[in-house]
């Protein structure tokens, strides 16, 4: 019977595995006791029909005595291993099981087994055998060209997705069951260990050749995860676009071979996303930041869709990529608004000449991008908790912008209130123009156009930082003007105080309509708590001003300091650009 000595059966092999990537599965279990010696006698088969017959491990165990006589047996063994590796051939290329082709196969494993145990036994070169000892690496290689021949390369001109097709039946026809039931079970493991490795060599050079191509890796990685690691029920957009690629080839392939694989994958498209995400936020910033003063449109609306698209960019391949680009895109967009509180500061202060208000248009930007991330994480939970930092970031821009106009704003009040009621100047207001003239010509704040972030409407939002920003422009305003005119009214003498009245009337009456006219309703009247120093029926003098400021500073907290109003250190060559500005506009 052929596969094994004569007096005893074939022997049922099972590879040892071992981590060599060129060595056969080398041990075979194997019985315990010596393997017995076949010599030719008178009554035995001849040499040529043992090894026509499949009796491999015979007709090597004959020529064994030759050998160790000192004959050249090589061109016997080659004999021998032509014919084994035609019997390999055959259980690859043939088209079912047979009886006889298994037994064929298994005096293949127990020959090469017995070549191995007689190398280690003589410690010593391999024998003058044409080869035996290499029989198992021949065996390796034979297994593996099959594979290598079984799974296509992507050509030159294969689109990814039929080369992807090419690669499903490949896996079919290469593992099917007709191949494994031919194999039997030992070679069937060895040979598909090589087809997992060919077939992730192959994967892992279209990881290559896709290079920074997003879109490509988005279809190879679609395809390992529905073709490696699909669960049966999970729907995915691969599994509702599927076309030619039926039955699932996943169950036919170990998973654990492409872990590696898959997660270098999921690295590479998070990276892609991000690279492509942080491109086109760095686009927006540079236009807002160059072109803030012409652009109709806030150019900062277009962040939020920006960021759900690069979350949308992963949503139909399913988890876990999808949470990890959703980190990312939180992640990135605090990244970005750190970029944007440093660049914010150098715009600010490059932008704030007379006239312009660069502030205002930072605070716009800062009530879209507050809103931008409520949006974001409304429905979504983030694997960082990056709100505190996020909200303290966009609050620190806030302050900054707030802080930055009111040193120009006080300069310049205190600069025109200096003379003003010793010379009854009546266009006060008028020369105070300048920051409410900065505001109607800042776009992202008076927009007529409504757009949208849902579900609230973004120029509400824009609306409410104008407001308090006016609220503290008009409190640096007013306050200053409160003082100056106590301070004016010490060095009067109290009979005088009444030729002030008019024009005080008249400026407060336009601070009023330009109060009003902002949305600043806190002093819609500041024409009646400044006239009470004019109404009142006590004796007038230093302490009765000094008593009428307390109480306003009481009613009013904020616009009147506790203490002398410190004079600003604003260059004094600005503050006359600032006079020359207002002088053009009054």
């Given at each position: 019977m052929p596969g094994?000595?004569?007096?005893?059966?074939?022997?049922?092999?099972?590879?040892?595995?071992?981590?060599?990537?060129?060595?056969?599965?080398?041990?075979?279990?194997?019985?315990?006791?010596?393997?017995?010696?076949?010599?030719?006698?008178?009554?035995?088969?001849?040499?040529?029909?043992?090894?026509?017959?499949?009796?491999?491990?015979?007709?090597?165990?004959?020529?064994?005595?030759?050998?160790?006589?000192?004959?050249?047996?090589?061109?016997?063994?080659?004999?021998?291993?032509?014919?084994?590796?035609?019997?390999?051939?055959?259980?690859?290329?043939?088209?079912?099981?047979?009886?006889?082709?298994?037994?064929?196969?298994r005096a293949v494993l127990a020959t090469v087994e017995w070549t191995q145990d007689q190398h280690e036994r003589r410690k010593a070169s391999a024998p003058q055998d044409g080869g035996v000892a290499t029989w198992a690496g021949q065996l390796n290689k034979l297994l593996r060209n099959d594979a290598e021949t079984q799974v296509p390369t992507l050509g030159p001109k294969d689109q990814l997705d039929l080369y992807l097709e090419k690669l499903d039946k490949a896996v079919r026809q290469g593992l099917g069951s007709p191949r494994a039931s031919r194999l039997g079970t030992c070679l069937w493991e060895v040979y598909r260990m090589y087809f997992h490795e060919v077939l992730l060599g192959r994967l892992s050079e279209l990881t290559q050749s896709c290079g920074a191509d997003l879109k490509s890796c988005q279809v190879l990685y679609t395809w390992g995860k529905t073709n490696l690691f699909e669960q049966p029920g999970r729907e995915t957009l691969a599994k509702a676009c599927r076309t030619s690629w039926e039955p699932v080839v996943g169950h036919l392939l170990d998973p654990l071979m492409f872990v590696t694989w898959m997660s270098q994958m999921q690295q590479m498209l998070v990276g892609l996303i991000q690279e492509e995400l942080r491109k086109h936020l760095d686009r927006v910033l540079f236009y807002d930041l160059k072109k803030w003063a012409q652009c109709s449109h806030p150019t900062f609306l277009d962040v939020f869709q920006l960021l759900e698209e690069g979350m949308n960019a992963a949503h139909p391949m399913g988890l876990p990529i999808s949470s990890q680009v959703q980190g990312m895109v939180l992640e990135t967009f605090s990244d970005f608004l750190k970029s944007y509180q440093q660049k914010a500061v150098g715009f600010i202060q490059q932008n704030a000449v007379a006239g312009a208000f660069p502030e205002l248009h930072v605070l716009a930007n800062c009530c879209i991008l507050r809103e931008t991330w409520q949006e974001l994480t409304q429905k979504r939970d983030p694997l960082v908790d990056l709100g505190p930092c996020v909200q303290g970031t966009i609050h620190d821009i806030e302050d900054h912008s707030r802080d930055h106009p009111l040193p120009r704003v006080r300069a310049l009040c205190q600069s025109l209130l200096r003379d003003h009621f010793g010379q009854k100047n009546k266009g006060l207001v008028g020369a105070l123009q300048f920051p409410w003239q900065g505001l109607e010509g800042c776009p992202t704040v008076h927009s007529t156009a409504t757009y949208e972030l849902s579900p609230r409407p973004l120029h509400l939002f824009v609306l409410l930082g104008e407001q308090r920003t006016m609220r503290r422009l008009h409190m640096v305003v007013f306050g200053e003007y409160v003082v100056a005119l106590a301070t004016h009214l010490k060095m009067l003498e109290p009979r005088r105080w009444e030729g002030l009245q008019h024009q005080v009337q008249t400026d407060t009456r336009a601070l009023h309509n330009i109060f009003t006219k902002h949305r600043d309703l806190s002093l819609a009247h500041p024409k009646e708590p400044i006239m009470e120093i004019f109404q009142s029926t006590e004796n007038k003098n230093k302490e009765t001003v000094d008593d009428w400021l307390a109480s306003f500073r009481d009613r009013f907290p904020g616009y009147v300091s506790t203490q002398d109003q410190p004079r600003s250190s604003v260059d004094l060559e600005e503050i006359k650009v600032y006079r020359r500005s207002c002088c053009r506009c009054c």
């Open positions: 094994g000595t004569r007096g005893n059966s074939a022997r049922a092999v099972l590879p040892s595995w071992h981590s060599g990537s060129q060595g056969f599965p080398g041990r075979f279990l194997r019985n315990k006791r010596p393997h017995d010696v076949f010599h030719l006698t008178e009554n035995s088969k001849g040499f040529l029909e043992l090894v026509q017959d499949g009796w491999f491990l015979e007709a090597c165990q004959s020529i064994s005595r030759l050998e160790e006589e000192g004959q050249n047996c090589g061109a016997q063994y080659e004999a021998v291993a032509r014919s084994m590796w035609q019997v390999v051939q055959q259980a690859l290329d043939g088209t079912g099981p047979s009886q006889e082709l298994e037994q064929k196969l």
